[in-house]
DNA sequence: ATTCATCATAGCTCATTGGCTATATAAAAA
DNA sequence: TTTTTATATAGCCAATGAGCTATGATGAAT
Protein backbone atom coordinates (compact mmCIF):
# COMPACT_ATOMS: atom_id res chain seq x y z
CA UNK A 1 0.00 0.00 0.00
CA UNK A 2 1.24 3.17 -0.98
CA UNK A 3 1.62 6.27 1.45
CA UNK A 4 -0.61 8.22 -0.72
CA UNK A 5 -3.51 5.86 -0.45
CA UNK A 6 -3.25 6.22 3.29
CA UNK A 7 -3.15 9.66 3.12
CA UNK A 8 -6.01 9.90 0.85
CA UNK A 9 -8.02 7.53 3.41
CA UNK A 10 -7.02 9.75 6.50
CA UNK A 11 -8.26 13.18 4.63
CA UNK A 12 -11.28 11.53 3.22
CA UNK A 13 -12.01 9.57 6.75
CA UNK A 14 -11.92 12.69 8.75
CA UNK A 15 -13.66 14.91 5.94
CA UNK A 16 -16.73 13.44 7.05
CA UNK A 17 -18.22 15.85 10.20
CA UNK A 18 -20.26 13.29 12.02
CA UNK A 19 -17.17 10.89 11.60
CA UNK A 20 -14.53 13.58 12.95
CA UNK A 21 -16.85 14.49 15.63
CA UNK A 22 -16.88 10.72 17.07
CA UNK A 23 -13.13 10.67 16.90
CA UNK A 24 -12.50 13.47 18.93
CA UNK A 25 -14.90 12.22 21.83
CA UNK A 26 -12.66 10.12 21.61
CA UNK A 27 -9.91 11.87 22.12
CA UNK A 28 -11.35 13.68 24.38
CA UNK A 29 -12.89 11.19 26.58
CA UNK A 30 -10.96 8.09 26.02
CA UNK A 31 -12.68 4.46 25.51
CA UNK A 32 -16.52 4.73 24.88
CA UNK A 33 -18.82 1.79 23.90
CA UNK A 34 -21.16 2.07 20.41
CA UNK A 35 -24.50 2.87 23.18
CA UNK A 36 -22.27 5.83 25.04
CA UNK A 37 -21.24 7.09 21.17
CA UNK A 38 -24.93 6.81 19.78
CA UNK A 39 -26.63 8.71 23.18
CA UNK A 40 -24.97 12.02 21.74
CA UNK A 41 -23.61 11.59 18.04
CA UNK A 42 -27.04 12.95 16.52
CA UNK A 43 -27.52 10.24 14.06
CA UNK A 44 -28.62 7.11 14.52
CA UNK A 45 -27.00 3.79 15.78
CA UNK A 46 -26.15 1.99 12.68
CA UNK A 47 -24.87 5.19 11.21
CA UNK A 48 -22.49 5.46 14.25
CA UNK A 49 -21.70 1.81 13.46
CA UNK A 50 -21.35 2.43 9.98
CA UNK A 51 -18.36 5.36 11.20
CA UNK A 52 -16.66 3.48 13.71
CA UNK A 53 -16.00 0.73 10.75
CA UNK A 54 -14.94 3.29 8.60
CA UNK A 55 -12.18 4.91 11.71
CA UNK A 56 -11.13 1.67 12.38
CA UNK A 57 -10.29 0.71 8.96
CA UNK A 58 -7.93 4.06 8.78
CA UNK A 59 -6.46 3.06 11.68
CA UNK A 60 -7.77 5.85 13.81
CA UNK A 61 -9.62 3.63 16.15
CA UNK A 62 -9.27 -0.07 17.61
CA UNK A 63 -12.59 -1.77 19.22
CA UNK A 64 -12.58 -4.01 21.87
CA UNK A 65 -15.22 -6.56 22.51
CA UNK A 66 -16.28 -7.26 25.88
CA UNK A 67 -19.48 -9.29 26.26
CA UNK A 68 -22.00 -8.06 24.22
CA UNK A 69 -20.71 -4.58 23.99
CA UNK A 70 -17.98 -3.46 21.77
CA UNK A 71 -15.78 -0.57 23.24
CA UNK A 72 -13.50 1.95 20.59
CA UNK A 73 -10.91 4.03 21.36
CA UNK A 74 -8.75 6.41 19.52
CA UNK A 75 -5.46 5.14 18.28
CA UNK A 76 -3.53 8.78 17.89
CA UNK A 77 -0.70 7.02 16.24
CA UNK A 78 -2.74 6.90 12.71
CA UNK A 79 -2.78 10.84 12.40
CA UNK A 80 1.31 10.46 11.70
CA UNK A 81 0.46 10.50 7.83
CA UNK A 82 -1.21 13.56 8.05
CA UNK A 83 1.48 15.10 10.35
CA UNK A 84 3.91 13.89 7.80
CA UNK A 85 2.36 15.13 4.75
CA UNK A 86 1.70 18.88 6.19
CA UNK A 87 5.06 19.06 7.10
CA UNK A 88 6.53 17.74 3.79
CA UNK A 89 4.27 20.65 2.12
CA UNK A 90 5.77 23.09 4.58
CA UNK A 91 9.25 21.83 3.81
CA UNK A 92 8.77 22.38 -0.11
CA UNK A 93 7.35 25.99 0.30
CA UNK A 94 10.23 26.46 2.98
CA UNK A 95 13.03 24.89 0.99
CA UNK A 96 11.69 26.77 -2.41
CA UNK A 97 12.07 30.55 -0.96
CA UNK A 98 15.66 29.50 0.19
CA UNK A 99 16.65 28.12 -2.60
CA UNK A 100 18.02 31.37 -4.67
CA UNK A 101 17.81 29.75 -8.14
CA UNK A 102 14.15 28.92 -7.89
CA UNK A 103 13.56 32.50 -6.70
CA UNK A 104 15.68 33.98 -9.66
CA UNK A 105 13.75 31.26 -12.42
CA UNK A 106 9.98 32.56 -11.02
CA UNK A 107 11.42 36.38 -11.27
CA UNK A 108 12.47 35.30 -14.33
CA UNK A 109 9.35 33.48 -16.66
CA UNK B 1 -16.94 31.87 11.12
CA UNK B 2 -16.26 28.80 13.32
CA UNK B 3 -12.95 26.66 13.87
CA UNK B 4 -14.77 23.92 12.91
CA UNK B 5 -16.09 25.21 9.95
CA UNK B 6 -12.76 26.03 8.70
CA UNK B 7 -11.45 22.56 9.82
CA UNK B 8 -14.31 20.83 7.89
CA UNK B 9 -13.48 22.72 4.92
CA UNK B 10 -10.05 22.45 4.84
CA UNK B 11 -10.35 18.38 5.30
CA UNK B 12 -13.40 18.30 2.55
CA UNK B 13 -11.41 20.24 0.17
CA UNK B 14 -7.88 17.98 0.81
CA UNK B 15 -9.95 15.04 0.69
CA UNK B 16 -9.89 14.89 -3.16
CA UNK B 17 -7.14 13.03 -4.35
CA UNK B 18 -7.22 15.14 -7.67
CA UNK B 19 -7.43 18.94 -5.84
CA UNK B 20 -4.58 17.33 -3.41
CA UNK B 21 -2.52 16.60 -5.94
CA UNK B 22 -2.95 20.16 -7.58
CA UNK B 23 -2.04 21.33 -4.11
CA UNK B 24 0.51 19.27 -3.52
CA UNK B 25 2.49 20.87 -7.07
CA UNK B 26 1.96 24.20 -6.07
CA UNK B 27 3.94 23.37 -2.70
CA UNK B 28 6.85 21.95 -4.69
CA UNK B 29 6.91 23.32 -7.69
CA UNK B 30 5.96 27.08 -6.82
CA UNK B 31 3.51 29.46 -8.84
CA UNK B 32 1.96 27.75 -12.21
CA UNK B 33 -0.57 28.74 -14.95
CA UNK B 34 -4.07 26.61 -15.23
CA UNK B 35 -2.69 25.72 -18.65
CA UNK B 36 0.48 24.07 -16.95
CA UNK B 37 -1.51 22.72 -13.61
CA UNK B 38 -4.07 21.02 -16.86
CA UNK B 39 -1.15 19.35 -18.66
CA UNK B 40 -0.19 17.10 -16.06
CA UNK B 41 -3.31 16.78 -13.93
CA UNK B 42 -5.02 14.04 -16.01
CA UNK B 43 -8.45 15.74 -15.98
CA UNK B 44 -9.84 18.35 -18.18
CA UNK B 45 -9.22 22.33 -18.11
CA UNK B 46 -12.78 22.85 -16.45
CA UNK B 47 -12.40 20.32 -14.42
CA UNK B 48 -8.40 22.00 -13.11
CA UNK B 49 -10.48 25.30 -12.75
CA UNK B 50 -13.05 24.12 -10.68
CA UNK B 51 -11.16 22.26 -7.93
CA UNK B 52 -8.50 25.80 -8.38
CA UNK B 53 -11.79 27.48 -7.32
CA UNK B 54 -12.27 25.23 -4.33
CA UNK B 55 -8.76 25.51 -3.58
CA UNK B 56 -9.02 29.05 -3.08
CA UNK B 57 -12.42 29.40 -1.30
CA UNK B 58 -10.49 27.38 1.30
CA UNK B 59 -7.67 30.10 1.17
CA UNK B 60 -5.08 27.08 0.25
CA UNK B 61 -4.40 28.73 -2.99
CA UNK B 62 -4.30 32.36 -4.06
CA UNK B 63 -4.54 33.18 -7.71
CA UNK B 64 -3.09 36.35 -9.93
CA UNK B 65 -3.94 37.27 -13.35
CA UNK B 66 -1.68 38.28 -15.78
CA UNK B 67 -2.75 39.04 -18.89
CA UNK B 68 -5.32 36.17 -20.12
CA UNK B 69 -3.50 33.86 -18.05
CA UNK B 70 -4.29 33.34 -14.15
CA UNK B 71 -1.21 32.15 -12.39
CA UNK B 72 -1.91 30.02 -8.83
CA UNK B 73 0.21 29.36 -5.96
CA UNK B 74 0.15 27.68 -2.54
CA UNK B 75 -0.96 29.51 0.71
CA UNK B 76 0.93 26.77 3.27
CA UNK B 77 -0.60 28.98 6.28
CA UNK B 78 -3.83 28.17 5.38
CA UNK B 79 -2.92 24.37 6.87
CA UNK B 80 -2.28 25.89 10.23
CA UNK B 81 -5.91 24.71 11.52
CA UNK B 82 -5.41 21.49 10.12
CA UNK B 83 -2.14 21.43 12.23
CA UNK B 84 -3.80 22.58 15.50
CA UNK B 85 -6.56 20.11 15.09
CA UNK B 86 -4.40 17.13 15.23
CA UNK B 87 -2.20 19.31 17.62
CA UNK B 88 -5.13 19.43 20.11
CA UNK B 89 -6.38 15.57 19.47
CA UNK B 90 -2.75 14.78 20.38
CA UNK B 91 -2.68 17.10 23.38
CA UNK B 92 -6.37 15.26 24.87
CA UNK B 93 -4.20 11.89 23.96
CA UNK B 94 -1.68 13.16 26.18
CA UNK B 95 -3.61 14.58 29.11
CA UNK B 96 -5.85 11.85 29.89
CA UNK B 97 -2.51 9.07 29.28
CA UNK B 98 -0.84 11.84 32.20
CA UNK B 99 -4.32 11.57 34.64
CA UNK B 100 -4.27 7.63 34.45
CA UNK B 101 -0.09 8.29 34.61
CA UNK B 102 -1.04 10.06 38.31
CA UNK B 103 -3.71 7.76 39.56
CA UNK B 104 -1.77 4.33 39.18
CA UNK B 105 0.88 6.62 41.12
CA UNK B 106 -1.62 7.07 43.87
CA UNK B 107 -2.71 3.91 43.82
CA UNK B 108 0.87 2.72 44.12
CA UNK B 109 1.38 4.46 47.30
C1' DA C 1 -36.05 -21.50 26.90
C1' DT C 2 -37.43 -17.09 26.15
C1' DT C 3 -36.85 -12.38 26.22
C1' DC C 4 -34.09 -8.31 26.28
C1' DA C 5 -30.07 -5.60 25.18
C1' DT C 6 -26.17 -4.38 22.22
C1' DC C 7 -24.09 -3.95 18.09
C1' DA C 8 -23.45 -5.05 13.02
C1' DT C 9 -25.27 -5.71 8.40
C1' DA C 10 -28.53 -5.19 4.49
C1' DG C 11 -31.06 -2.56 1.55
C1' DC C 12 -33.05 1.72 0.30
C1' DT C 13 -33.17 6.82 -0.85
C1' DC C 14 -31.64 11.38 -1.54
C1' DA C 15 -28.07 14.82 -1.86
C1' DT C 16 -23.53 15.74 -3.12
C1' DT C 17 -19.85 15.82 -6.22
C1' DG C 18 -16.32 14.86 -9.62
C1' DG C 19 -16.03 14.14 -14.27
C1' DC C 20 -17.39 15.49 -19.02
C1' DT C 21 -18.68 18.78 -23.25
C1' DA C 22 -20.24 23.09 -24.81
C1' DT C 23 -20.03 27.83 -24.38
C1' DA C 24 -19.10 32.48 -22.49
C1' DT C 25 -15.52 35.95 -21.47
C1' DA C 26 -11.57 38.34 -22.22
C1' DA C 27 -6.95 39.26 -23.70
C1' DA C 28 -3.45 38.90 -27.32
C1' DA C 29 -2.27 38.23 -32.11
C1' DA C 30 -2.99 38.54 -36.88
C1' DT D 1 -11.62 43.72 -36.78
C1' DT D 2 -11.33 38.98 -36.84
C1' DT D 3 -9.22 35.06 -35.08
C1' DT D 4 -6.78 32.53 -31.77
C1' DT D 5 -5.54 31.52 -26.98
C1' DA D 6 -6.42 31.12 -21.88
C1' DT D 7 -9.54 30.59 -18.37
C1' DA D 8 -14.12 30.46 -16.27
C1' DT D 9 -18.95 29.15 -16.18
C1' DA D 10 -23.12 26.32 -17.29
C1' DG D 11 -25.37 22.24 -17.65
C1' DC D 12 -25.49 17.41 -17.68
C1' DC D 13 -24.62 12.54 -15.93
C1' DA D 14 -22.91 8.73 -13.19
C1' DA D 15 -20.81 7.42 -9.00
C1' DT D 16 -20.28 7.99 -4.24
C1' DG D 17 -21.81 8.34 0.26
C1' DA D 18 -24.35 9.58 4.45
C1' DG D 19 -28.60 9.08 6.37
C1' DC D 20 -32.68 6.11 7.43
C1' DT D 21 -35.48 1.57 8.82
C1' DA D 22 -35.56 -3.24 9.21
C1' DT D 23 -33.34 -7.21 10.54
C1' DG D 24 -29.58 -10.45 11.85
C1' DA D 25 -26.30 -12.13 15.37
C1' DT D 26 -24.86 -12.72 19.86
C1' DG D 27 -24.41 -12.33 24.75
C1' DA D 28 -26.93 -11.43 29.20
C1' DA D 29 -30.89 -11.79 32.06
C1' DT D 30 -35.25 -13.71 33.51
Redesign the interface.
Known amino acids: MLM?DT??AL??T??D?TR?AL??RL??E?EKTVGALTARAGVSQPVVSKHLGILKQAGLVRDRHEGRQTHYS?Q?GA?AP??DW?SE??G??QS?FNDLE?LLK?MDQ
Open positions: SQDFKLAPRFECRGALLLVTMAFWRDR
